[in-house]
């Protein structure tokens, strides 16, 4: 008899994070790979690094959890017993190795996010609105901009002792802002400190506004990896922030959790390797607001479908209907 | 003109339709004017109205020039109130004020015949003089004008009476109760308020609009967050909000991009809320027409108040 194992896929329009967990929040697999524009691609290849890293004579995955921006389109390719949002999924993941934790701060590739939680549940949160102002987008291409690495701002960030004062209530102010402290003669040292503590300002001013942040407080998401940021939020915070090693997993995490605890099962195939999937858009003539629709097939047969505002659009109803 | 010669008046189903959809339909009914509404919302009406719009004009203002525009060719006039003020602090959005103004500008090359009333207290004109003179205007007595505008006002009330006790009853709903604070040309709105409402309701939680509400009552309790808000809607909804927080598993605060009110309003709301321990998400919509952002934020903010809601039944056990 084989031991039950919990599979958990989080896709983000910058990474794609998976892992393989047993019952008792032990990782046996886990695997962090770039999305590149293309997710299931990404997904596939994420599934053969977890394949190869764990006795798939000992285990049996029994069950499929997926979140992230992508994980509607995943848990139809996976058959997923879970879809679930990433806000739930990474307190949920969180809490299970930080179960005092109060606060989740989150900054992404495109997103950011602050979660605050009480005995372990999430009680409230925020998410940046309309734009991506702060989030990792913003700090690679400054990156580019002043020539430095985005992995190693953190360590530049870090000599400087005076950090310029950056504009930071908007990307586009920040950018221009910016630019001008350059032609002044700000050193590069003080200027990328300075953009640490503008996404520090602008994610406290933003999706931090009006929230009480307690401790325990733990950062996360990719920009978490920069040290220049983790300690202006400190020095801003006035607190300690604690930087999970796993804290990038923390979602797929949350997702495998969940899994776990829904009551759905369904033994993982790690076949789909050699399994063709695709996606169509159509556009649904059926009434004026020609719902984009997304359907997705696999070796051929249509899956699943979404995006249509209602019955009239739903595709794969349609199809069984007529057959 | 002539009463031989009634016109048929085009009335877009948008902005203050949504609050005074009783008081127009049975004000023309009863002096026998033909009036033809305009289809709800859809795609093809929310973009025809962003074409026409300006840059800086609201999501429901773009919506409203959509549907003035899907009226073109159905009517003789559009029914376009120039609604400014009930009072003192109970002043309407500027939108309001202007637009009879903006309907005739934007569609100024398509000559169209604005029918409307103002309403402006401060100015010394109330809605029943208006609607009165508006019946004048159209070749009717004042007697019959005077006729048709009670009979208008007793359906708005009754109207209004029907939503408040509805939501009275729902707050003691045993289901997840979230308050919707918005606008209701937000709310009804079929493309855009309509279906987070749907999606609300298919994930079971009973959603009660705050603006659904006996408006004397909420306009005294808006006090509690500000005494000198000067905006009527906005004084109702926060004050219906102040009225039941305690009521609701959660608040969502739902707003049309860029809103100048809600701006401000849903801002202080939050703040005077923090200590209540009730959650609340703010949700700005856009013309964006992916609802994947949406969704995440709606579903999530539901996963809370379940978890809380379960947290809490257990420490009673």
Known sequence: MKKEAYLGVDVGSISTKGVIMDGDKNLLASAYIWTEGDPIGAVKRLIEKLGAQFDRNAWQVVATGTTGSARKLVGAMLGATVVKNEITAHAVGTTAYHPDVRTILEIGGQDSKIILLENGIAIDYAMNTLCAAGTGAFLSSQSRRLGIPVEDMGAVALKSAHPTHIAARCTVFAESDLVHKIQMGHTKEDIVAGLCEAVVGNYLNNVGKGKRIQEPIVFQGGVSKNIGVVKAFERALGAPVIVDENGHLMGAIGAAILAKHHDARKVFDFGIENVAFKTREVICGQCPNRCEIICVYRDGKLIDNWGNRCEKGDITARQAKHA | ?317
Not at chain 2, 106 to 131: C, I, P, T, W
Not at chain 2, 179 to 208: N, S, W
Not at chain 2, 267 to 280: A, E, N, T
């Open chain 2, 1 to 317: 003109m002539a009463t031989s010669q009634k016109p048929v008046v085009g009335i877009p189903r948008a902005l203050l339709y949504h609050r005074y959809a009783a008081l127009w339909q049975t004000y023309f009914k009863s002096l026998g004017v033909e009036t033809v509404v305009s289809a709800p919302t859809d795609r093809v009406i929310a973009e025809a109205g962003a074409r026409a719009a300006g840059d800086e004009m609201c999501l429901s203002l773009k919506v409203y020039l959509g549907h003035v525009a899907s009226l073109i060719g159905k009517c003789d006039c559009i029914f376009v109130p120039r609604i400014v003020d009930f009072g003192i602090r109970r002043v309407m959005c500027t939108t309001f004020e202007g637009l009879p103004d903006i309907v005739a500008n934007v569609f100024r090359d398509e000559h169209l015949k604005v029918l409307s009333y103002n309403v402006n207290v401060q100015g010394g004109l109330g809605e029943k003089e208006a609607m009165i003179a508006l019946g004048r205007e159209l070749g009717f007595s004042r007697k019959a004008a005077k006729k048709a505008y009670k009979a208008g006002f007793a359906a708005q009330k009754a109207a209004d009476d029907a939503a408040a006790a509805k939501a009275e009853k729902q707050y003691k709903a045993k289901g997840l109760k979230i308050i919707l604070g918005a606008h209701r040309y937000v709310t009804e709105d079929a493309y855009y308020g309509r279906p987070v409402i749907q999606y609300l309701k298919e994930k079971g939680a009973e959603v009660i609009l705050a603006d659904a509400v006996e408006r004397k009552s909420a306009r005294r309790a808006a006090r509690q967050f500000s005494p000198t808000m000067k905006w009527e809607v906005s004084r109702e909804i926060a004050g219906s909000i102040a009225m039941h927080e305690h009521l609701a598993d959660g608040i969502i605060l739902m707003s049309v991009y860029p809103c100048a009110l809600d701006s401000m309003v849903d801002d202080m709301i939050v703040r005077k809320l923090k200590d209540s321990g009730v959650p609340i998400l703010t949700l700005t919509m856009d013309a964006q027409s992916g609802t994947a952002g949406l969704e995440t934020r709606l579903e999530s903010f539901l996963d809370i108040l379940t978890l809380r809601r379960r947290a809490k039944q257990e420490v009673k056990a």
